[in-house]
T-cell receptor, first 110, second 115 residues
Framework: QQQVKQSPQSLIVQKGGISIINCAYE??????FPWYQQFPGKGPALLIA?????SEKKEGRFTISFNKSAKQFSLHIMDSQPGDSATYFC?????????FGAGTTVTVRA | DAGVIQSPRHEVTEMGQEVTLRCKPI?????LFWYRQTMMRGLELLIY????????DSGMPEDRFSAKMPNASFSTLKIQPSEPRDSAVYFC?????????????FGNGTRLTVT
């Protein structure tokens, strides 16, 4: 049973466009929400993370929006570049245990 | 910093054989995690250690799986006997453990194929 639901499964965006990935959770014990980026043949790498007392966090072209009441959070990739083509995982954590979403494969067309 | 090192990168074995996956965490990291990644189930936490002690093994699928951490720089995940449904990519990750929001640093995984 997936504790974090992620959508869409895949998306294609033109270079310069915006990629949006959505996640939802049920367990209110989660207190840390990271996003990981994974390239083929590599392990996931931390991209950006947010705590539930913050509604938005921005790092460069990547922004997390967090809605605590709706138990939803999303990743926005602005000005998408071909190098952003990867699989993105949202996750939620409590007690040092990370639960991952199913992943979204993002393809950026040049 | 060499990062988390896993070996082997690829392992092909026959059903019924014993398989041992190895991990060297980042020096100074107190937490070590074993994850399994499949298309059907995504990334699943199998077990994690704190200061070489297993803390939570509730994700270990069955008794055929066992994990050890004999010292701070080495951990193994063993499957005995292996079955085709164990085919997956197994990741090891370590964390400095400075609170619940410490980032996980993943290795590049071991791709296991059981025929």
């Amino acid at each position: 049973q997936q504790q974090v639901k992620q959508s869409p499964q895949s998306l294609i965006v033109q270079k310069g466009g915006i990629s949006i990935i959505n996640c939802a959770y049920e367990n209110t014990a989660f207190d840390y929400f990271p996003w990981y980026q994974q390239f083929p043949g590599k392990g996931p790498a931390l991209l950006i993370a947010i705590r539930p007392d913050v509604s938005e966090k921005k790092e460069g072209r990547f922004t997390i929006s967090f809605n605590k009441s709706a138990k939803q959070f999303s990743l926005h990739i602005m000005d998408s570049q071909p190098g952003d083509s990867a699989t993105y995982f949202c996750a939620a954590s409590y007690d040092y245990k990370l639960s991952f979403g199913a992943g979204t494969t993002v393809t950026v067309r040049a | 910093d060499a990062g988390v090192i896993q070996s082997p990168r690829h392992e092909v074995t026959e059903m019924g054989q014993e398989v041992t996956l190895r991990c060297k965490p980042i020096s100074g990291h107190d937490y070590l995690f074993w994850y399994r990644q499949t298309m059907m189930r995504g990334l699943e936490l199998l077990i994690y250690f704190n200061n070489n002690v297993p803390i939570d093994d509730s994700g270990m699928p069955e008794d055929r799986f066992s994990a050890k951490m004999p010292n701070a720089s080495f951990s193994t995940l063993k499957i005995q006997p292996s079955e085709p449904r164990d085919s997956a990519v197994y990741f090891c990750a370590s964390s400095p453990g400075q609170g619940n929001n410490s980032p996980l640093h993943f290795g590049n995984g071991t791709r296991l194929t059981v025929t």
